[in-house]
């Protein structure tokens, strides 16, 4: 992994959120076995407190401010071009070497979601959807922080639900107690659309921004809102959505279960997948993207 200082990453791996995330929202299969329970309420786990960490970073540091200040650094895409398949490369840097046995590399986790949703029938830009959604994680590579990478994702510029994992760690933001973004609405109005609503900043809008002129909408709001979990899971911004969001939040939910419980010790083979993926990235996307 990129080299980052220790107060900035305590995760040991960037996909060590994802996990946590399983015990908040348990595979429903694993929940019929009743396996999920036990690991559920396991908090005496170094691996929860590494995660409870990276959340008090992230939700500390998450400001309407800084979410400015990374937008006007990273959405003029002016860091790096590559062929779609080099960026595949690149992104497969974030590989931790900690743990060879149990992680999978970057691509097989987006290999594994596309092809989940392949095998149910889904149109091929939501094949691609699967594919692309986590390319966003390259923001590592260039020094980013990981609590500003990954994580839940929620509004910032208004008031911070208590849907949001550990709330209390928003304490020592200083947007809650800004006149301007601690109340319910903050500098938006009711139900103005998410379009008008800025996100925490990480690797979905990233990614969202980096493909926004090449997929179907659906697959667009897939990429921004994945990690959304107060409002896709929880609900909590209602008052912020608008008749078009609901709609579309259809598709962010229809996503979720592939990226969450899709993940396999099997490695997809690769060599098998290759002439179909060539040809859907082909059909979509340009030559080379942008970073
Ligand atoms: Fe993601
Ligand atoms: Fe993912």
Redesign the pocket.
């Known amino acids: 992994m990129a080299a980052q200082n220790k107060e900035s990453a305590p995760l040991k791996n960037l996909d060590a959120w ?1 996990d946590d995330i399983l015990l908040r929202y348990p595979d429903p299969e694993t929940i019929a076995s009743g396996k999920e329970t036990e690991a559920y309420r396991n908090y005496d786990n170094p691996e929860r407190d590494t995660v409870k960490e990276f959340y008090r970073l992230n939700h500390t540091y998450q400001t309407y401010d800084f979410v400015e200040k990374k937008r006007a650094e990273f959405l003029s895409f002016n860091k790096k071009q590559m062929p779609v398949w080099a960026a595949f490369d690149f992104l497969n840097e974030l590989v931790d070497d900690s743990d060879p046995d149990t992680d999978l590399d970057q691509l097989q986790h987006l290999l594994q979601t596309s092809e989940a949703i392949r095998a149910d029938g889904h149109p091929d830009w939501m094949v691609l959807a699967g594919l692309m ?2 390319m ?2 390259v923001l590592c590579l260039f020094g980013e922080p990981q609590w500003a990478v ?1 994580g839940d994702t929620f509004p910032v510029g208004c008031a911070y639900s208590d849907k949001i994992v550990y709330p209390e760690f928003f304490a020592a933001n200083p947007d809650s107690t800004d006149e301007r973004y601690n109340t319910k609405y903050g500098v938006y109005s009711p139900n103005c659309g998410l379009r008008k609503v800025t996100m925490s900043w990480g ?2 809008e990233y990614v969202y921004h980096m493909l926004k002129d090449y997929l179907p909408e659906p697959a667009l709001y897939m990429f921004r809102y ?2 959304f979990y107060s409002q896709h899971r929880e609900k909590a911004y209602d008052h912020l959505m608008d008749a078009h969001d609901h709609d579309m939040f259809k598709w962010v939910q229809l996503f979720n279960p592939y ?1 969450l419980y899709s993940k396999n010790p099997t490695p997809p083979k690769w060599s098998e997948l290759r002439g179909y993926y060539e040809k859907l990235v082909q059909k979509y996307l340009p030559e080379t993207l942008k970073f």
């Open positions: 994802e959604h986590d966003g994680k990954v690797h979905d994945h990690s990226d």
